[in-house]
Nanobody, 115 residues
């Protein structure tokens, strides 16, 4: 059973923007820390950004000032707004939902930044 569903990936030119969404209808969303990770070809999985139940956010240095994570508890959805995209942002982006009772991953959505 798929519990996290990502969307919003695609092809964008350098300097462009995309917004990723992650819907989690079947989990205790409001108490979960939601995160976005990414994995580029041949590279390790890296944390991009996270937001906890108190809406405290954490960003990796390589996206600070460009990406914004947010959450809508009523819609059980977390978002990643990505601006000023660079070719090095090209990766599969994964949504993660973490609490004391779970550690769930989405199937991933591909973001390609290229001219």
């Amino acid at each position: 059973q798929v519990q996290l569903v990502e969307s919003g990936g695609g092809l964008v030119q350098p300097g462009g923007s995309l917004r990723l969404s992650c819907v989690a209808p079947a989990i205790p969303f409001s108490i979960s820390t939601m995160g976005w990770y990414r994995q580029a070809p041949g590279k390790q999985l890296d944390l991009v950004a996270a937001i906890n139940s108190g809406r405290r956010t954490n960003y990796s240095d390589f996206v600070k000032g460009r990406f914004t994570i947010s959450r809508d508890n009523d819609k059980k959805t977390t978002y990643l707004q990505m601006n000023s995209l660079k070719p090095e942002d090209t990766a599969v982006y994964y949504c993660n939902a973490r609490s004391v009772a779970q550690d769930l991953w989405g199937q991933g959505t591909l973001v390609t930044v290229s001219s």
